[in-house]
């Protein structure tokens, strides 16, 4: 929790970073530390983390037009691993105002949440991985990510869902 503390300090600091680089880096680090950890003011470290890739706000700071560091925050998520996020997660995926880096974040974040969620969560994530799936051509990688996250997740609808796009999908996709 201090590495936590002295990590988001780092965050906040008011400068004007030449690249994303730096903040991306602590923000991984973040998901690094793991899972249950509690801030100083005693707010949730993974809570941050999907608000920072949901609606783009990282602990006060604005990062909506930070895509890359956007997507980072889906790594950390990944990283930390607990499903709870999930909903946050498929948010994106049906946003239409979140740009094609951070959607590919939160698919592989979708895959690894949803292999652990609860079974109305999982079916959720499978809804949503199969809609951003079947878009016409929009993302062909993140399209491809979705994929990727449907095999994590392996539930029923998941596993028909891959056997169709091996069937009928396309091109890229089988």
Same mark, same amino acid.
């Given at each position: 929790?201090?590495?936590a503390?002295?990590?988001?300090?780092?965050?906040? &600091?008011?400068i004007?970073?030449?690249?994303?680089?730096?903040?991306?880096?602590? !923000? +991984? %680090?973040?998901? @690094?530390?793991? #899972?249950?950890?509690?801030l100083?003011?005693?707010?949730?470290?993974?809570t941050?983390?999907?608000?920072?890739?949901?609606?783009?706000?990282?602990?006060?700071?604005?990062?909506?037009?930070?895509?890359?560091?956007?997507?980072?925050?889906?790594?950390?998520?990944?990283?930390?691993?607990d499903?709870?996020?999930?909903p946050?997660?498929?948010?994106?995926? &049906?946003?239409?105002?979140?740009?094609?880096?951070?959607?590919?974040?939160?698919? !592989? +974040? %979708?895959?690894? @949440?949803?292999a #652990?969620?609860?079974?109305?969560?999982?079916?959720?994530?499978?809804?949503?991985?199969?809609?951003f799936?079947?878009k016409?051509?929009k993302?062909?990688?993140?399209e491809?990510?979705?994929?990727?996250?449907?095999?994590?997740i392996?539930?029923?609808?998941?596993?028909?869902?891959?056997?169709?796009?091996a069937d009928?999908?396309?091109?890229?996709?089988?």
């Open positions: 929790e201090l590495a503390e002295g990590l988001v300090a780092l965050l906040n &600091k008011k004007d970073y030449s690249n994303p680089n730096v903040p991306c880096g602590v !923000i +991984a %680090a973040l998901g @690094l530390i793991g #899972k249950n950890v509690k100083e003011s005693g707010d949730d470290l993974l941050h983390l999907a608000k920072g890739l949901a609606d783009g706000q990282l602990f006060g700071r604005d990062i909506k037009n930070e895509d890359q560091i956007r997507a980072f925050c889906g790594y950390a998520i990944t990283k930390i691993g499903p709870k996020a999930l946050d997660v498929l948010a994106i995926l &049906k946003s239409r105002s979140a740009g094609r880096v951070i959607k590919r974040s939160a698919a !592989i +974040a %979708a895959g690894v @949440l949803g #652990k969620a609860d079974a109305e969560m999982k079916k959720e994530a499978v809804k949503i991985l199969r809609s799936v079947s016409k051509a993302d062909p990688s993140g491809n990510f979705g994929i990727i996250a449907l095999s994590q392996a539930s029923r609808k998941a596993l028909e869902t891959l056997l169709e796009i009928s999908g396309k091109y890229g996709q089988r």
